[in-house]
């Protein structure tokens, strides 16, 4: 597939330290929101670095090779976020906007349980449209691919099990395709091992062949989300940019036999986001058929966006009639930012930034 290059667009980094505390306190602004994912989140990129939630990725707020996580976790930076947003302002200027932000949230009580947020690779096989892995790599600016390193992925782990801290969850998600990181099995066991009652999953395209299927199939993963947004390739490919339907659903196939045949804990989880292009009721309803057919669940994600489809959540709810879970994992007030003319406007925003 070509893709045309498009102009520079990936912002440059910025760190944020303890002492620009100061400085930042006093640019805050009252905000609506409870708090964001990132009060009781890590995000621990595939370079190593402990960013900002969503797509504020540039954020850089530490360096795990630099630090004990568990010790930062409640440090300065940390502290003054949960604060910001407990004294109804919002921490840093570039809040607004973030999806990653919660209309109700209890702080206190939230802190107590860790969430991981693990970007195994920065790299990907597909060029989805709304991604903003596929402008980096289209842009005039490309910042490198990376794996995660297994050794730093530990390194966190365990001082995190070292402190009396409770990890929830270990989610490997991020902007790139994690199975290119071939370690993800071993990070997933390792996570098993370290906090055996976290949930810990992983979203993958599933543009793999078997080997990669049978990896996975029994490494201590809650659960597997497989991303596939329609029944065939073109309604598929109008999204998933050079992905290949008739390869994922092999995967899939493939990975739910693998479960059953080991016994395993694993759940499959098919997650088809709605758009305009995917969510007639012929589409849907094959869906569900296709599911029962391999043995595995389904669930319709609705988004925001100019491609997010115009259906309510209950009438896709009544048109599925209990054979799939119907929701959304974007806050509705957040995500009434991404309404029609969102995605340009960011891009735009994003370009700006990249040139001062």
Known sequence: MTMTPKSALVPTEVRITPDQIPKYRAQRHPTTFQGCTQINQIFLKADGKITCSCIRYYKILEEAKNINAAEWYNGQIMTYIRDSFKDGLEPFSFCAGCIARKSALDIDSTIKTVELHIEPSSQCNLFCSACICTDERLSDNPPPRSNLDFALF???????????????????????????????????????????????????????????????????????????????????????????????????????????????????????????????????????????????????????????????????????????????????????????????????????????
């Open 154 to 356: 530990e390194k966190m782990a365990k001082e995190l099990a070292a402190a009396d801290l409770t990890v929830g969850q270990v989610a490997f998600v991020g902007f790139g395709e994690p199975l290119f990181n071939s370690d993800l099995p071993q990070m997933a066991s390792l996570s098993r091992a370290l906090f055996p009652d976290a949930r810990i999953y992983v979203d993958t395209n599933g543009n793999f062949g078997t080997k990669r299927a049978a990896e996975l199939a029994d490494c201590g993963l809650s659960e597997i989300r497989l991303a596939l947004d329609g029944t065939s390739q073109e309604p598929y490919a109008k999204y998933r940019a050079s992905g290949d339907f008739n390869k994922a659903l092999a995967f899939a196939a493939t990975l739910a036999n693998e479960i059953r045949a080991r016994g395993s804990k694993t759940k499959l989880l098919w997650k088809y986001i709605l758009f305009r292009h995917n969510d007639t009721d012929a589409e849907i309803l094959k869906a569900l058929d296709m599911a029962e057919e391999i043995g595995i669940s389904l669930q319709f994600d609705v988004t925001y966006g100019e491609l997010a489809s115009q259906r309510s959540l209950n009438e896709v709810r009544a048109l599925a009639r209990g054979r799939a879970v119907i929701g959304s994992n974007i806050d509705s007030q957040a995500g009434a930012s991404q309404q029609p003319g969102f995605l340009q406007k960011a891009r735009s925003w994003l370009r700006q930034l990249a040139t001062h």
